[in-house]
């Protein structure tokens, strides 16, 4: 299981590093807002996975592409590094957070983790959309495509 959590976060981060230059060209605000929100997410959820307080991070603060290019390269070494830390038993264990609007919830860090990689996937086609309404040209993210780089 941790082999193919890798997996999904390296997936993740390779469908991020296409996205974002397809956003910059012509640039699109919109879509980079978009960006933004995928990475304060995986901010946020990394926190919440190490027993840290996330309620100062804001999920849709606007940040630049080089801001986005950095801390997605902060956040996929953090997300490698807290995979590889699990014995393959704790991958079911149930983490206690908080969410945004400070209700208290239980899910486990295999869900967790599933989850902030489909979110990514989720918003990279939003954003997809926006560039291509602006008459720009998303960059191909699904995952087979990734499998054949």
Known sequence: ??????????????????????????????????????LNAEKIWLMRLHGEDSSGVPVFRERSIAEC?????????????????????????????KNTKGEAFQTS?????????FHGAYHRGQAALLVRQEGGTAAPTDYIIFTRV
């Open 69 to 97: 290019e950095e801390l997605g390269e902060e956040l996929y070494a953090g997300y490698l590094e807290f995979i590889d830390s699990l014995a393959e038993e704790d991958i079911d264990k149930l983490i206690n957070y």
């Open 1 to 38: 299981m941790k082999t193919y959590l890798r997996r999904l976060f390296q997936y993740d981060r390779w469908a991020s590093g296409q996205s974002l230059p397809s956003v910059y060209y012509p640039m699109n605000t919109e879509a980079l807002r978009v960006m933004a929100h995928i």
């Open 109 to 117: 860090i295999k869900d967790i983790l599933t989850h902030v990689a």
